[in-house]
T-cell receptor, first 109, second 110 residues
Framework: GQNIDQPTEMTATEGAIVQINCTYQ??????LFWYQQHAGEAPTFLSY????GLEEKGRFSSFLSRSKGYSYLLLKELQMKDSASYLC??????????FGAGTILRVKS | DADVTQTPRNRITKTGKRIMLECSQT?????MYWYRQDPGLGLRLIYY???????NKGEISDGYSVSRQAQAKFSLSLESAIPNQTALYFC?????????FGPGTRLTVL
């Protein structure tokens, strides 16, 4: 079976750094994705990890440890527009994505 | 122009009605997907298709059917809608890794 856990909600201050964790248990692993979704909108791709380590893309970074079934998304220099839901998704063999329930991030001034 | 489009964007229907949600893409991707999103449950895969002749059930296919009319078109049908199918429905496409999502269809079944 598949199980993906991430915190339901987080709050952080504008300009700060926030880390959103994701732990997973899957029957196969072929990559981990992070998506951002603003309320009422479609999810948009943020990052993809298939090997252990850190992937950096501007203010956003994503880390993966396959042995621990663990990933995190790091957002630096938070802006108000970063207030959104962040979805962790694991791809198993067969190219299907299984999504976590998402973490709602609220950025306050 | 949007690369992945969905019609309708909003639909209210009654229990027992047949409903079709349509998805079109101009990205030239072979892979297409249908998801539903419910509060607190995240996105769940209903059906997916890796090419025109390939249709696969996802996590929650009961009560749904799909048709892949062409590489660019993938439609989702609810043969007899029921209230617990009220949700936000997303179509997505991909080539290999990243999935691109349409704007969503908000369906309400009364």
């Amino acid at each position: 079976g598949q199980n993906i856990d991430q915190p339901t909600e987080m709050t952080a201050t504008e300009g700060a750094i926030v880390q959103i964790n994701c732990t997973y248990q899957t029957s196969g692993f072929n990559g981990l994705f992070w998506y951002q979704q603003h309320a009422g909108e479609a999810p948009t791709f943020l990052s993809y990890n298939v090997l252990d380590g850190l992937e950096e893309k501007g203010r956003f970074s994503s880390f993966l440890s396959r042995s621990k079934g663990y990933s995190y998304l790091l957002l630096k220099e938070l802006q108000m527009k970063d207030s959104a839901s962040y979805l962790c998704a694991v791809r198993s063999y067969g190219n299907k994505l299984v999504f976590g329930a998402g973490t709602i991030l609220r950025v306050k001034s | 122009d949007a690369d992945v489009t969905q019609t309708p964007r909003n639909r209210i229907t009654k229990t027992g009605k047949r409903i079709m949600l349509e998805c079109s893409q101009t990205k030239g991707h072979d892979r297409m997907y249908w998801y539903r999103q419910d509060p607190g449950l995240g996105l769940r895969l209903i059906y997916y298709s890796f090419d025109v002749k390939d249709i696969n059930k996802g996590e929650i296919s009961d009560g749904y059917s799909v048709s892949r009319q062409a590489q660019a078109k993938f439609s989702l049908s609810l043969e007899s809608a029921i209230p617990n199918q009220t949700a936000l429905y997303f179509c997505a496409t991909s080539r290999v890794n990243e999935q691109f999502f349409g704007p969503g269809t908000r369906l309400t079944v009364l």
